[in-house]
């Protein structure tokens, strides 16, 4: 049996949730899984694995602003990020130096590496993607991504490979050698599942990501939801809340469900109404859902992305936080036809231990 660290980035729970399928493997094959990790992301991986051991494990503060400002704000708090990548990095070192490992994988994590540890990295952003007004940082995100995959054995990056099925588009595409080296395209990775039920809710919203816009979503959310038509549901995102659900006439609002409940309520909505985060997307392609409206979080650069990608491919229409009227965007999601047939996880997550991870442990 072979022991592997997982941490997963605290921005948002899309990290923690996209690792779920990969600890679930790991743990059917028989070895021992530790997650590493804080906030809301420990919180959820502790309700899915509450036998698993935890440690928590510090990471970088969320540079997002209540506005369209992120990329500024990233920009100035690099000094501030960089210490806190090195400070994880001697984390690591200290947990490395008390407990033995035979695996690291980071999701996104920068400081999450070793040169003793056989070290792999989860990322579908091999490529960033910032307005023209910020060209040259986009240019100079290169070399720097370059540096960071330098770091990892290998890069897993859950989407397919480029082409007409990418779900990333320009996002996951490899631009050095590096990367084209190291990265394996598993497919998505999900913890939902697809189930045989009756589709009897109209709506079901989705509001996550990180502080603050995701409580200025949800006020706009809850202010909202009497204009359509229910009965719906409203996950808040909110794990570490406490856990009752709120009745609104024919809507229920729950801060947090379990990865089986979330899966029973996407397989029986009609509608989703959620983010345009990577994590959230893969979720509805693995659910083969056809009508959804994504909002993605303001000044989120990537989520503004794969928002116009998806509008651009037809698939699912958009609209933005401060524009947001449920009932017109509701009514254009008709439109749109959804993901094409691609790969599920159950399959992608048996070809991804077959063909690299028990590589480093059996």
Known sequence: MA????????WGLGHATRDIPVIRTLRDHGHEVTVAA???????LRQEFPDAPFIE???????????HLFVPKFCASMPFMLAAVAREHATLESILAKEHFDLVISDNRLGVFSSHVPSIFISHQLHYHLPLLYWPAELLAIPANMFLHDQYARIIVPDNPPGPLSLAGKLSRPQTDVARERAYFSGILSGTRQLACRQDLEYLIIISGPEPQRTILE?????????????GVVLLGSPQAKPAPVRHGNWTCVPYVPTEVKTELMNRAKC????????????????GKTRALLIPTPGQTEQEYLSWYYREKDWFYSEEQDKLDLVEDVAETKHYAGFPAMPRTAENTKRLYEDLLAGYLE
């Open 219 to 231: 006020k706009i959310v809850l202010s909202r939801i009497g204009e359509l038509e229910g009965p």
């Open 57 to 67: 494990y510090p990471d970088y503060p969320v540079p997002f602003s209540a506005g």
């Open 3 to 10: 022991h592997v660290l997982v941490s997963p980035l605290n």
């Open 38 to 44: 804080c906030g809301n992301a420990l919180a959820v």
């Open 272 to 287: 989703v109404i959620c983010r345009s985060g990577y994590t959230t997307l893969m979720e509805l392609a693995e659910l």
